[in-house]
């Protein structure tokens, strides 16, 4: 499966790049998007949850947009 979602305050490569490691950690990822110009991070994988990829985006300093 995969979701996508709206993430506030990155502003370049390096915001990326955090926000692409922290996702990439939780289990069964397999892929992350991150498109900074609009803000979206396309998750792919199985069994992962919106909680975690909130908890994981907040962990590399950024926030999901509700």
Request: some cysteine.
């Amino acid at each position: 499966m995969t979701k996508t979602y709206q993430v506030e305050g990155m502003t370049c490569e390096h915001c990326a790049a955090s926000v692409r490691e922290e996702v990439g950690e939780i289990a069964g990822v397999t892929k992350v998007d991150v498109d900074v110009a609009s803000g979206q991070v396309a998750v792919s994988g199985s069994d992962f949850t919106d909680a975690q990829v909130s908890a994981a985006v907040s962990e590399a300093g950024y926030s999901v947009k509700a």
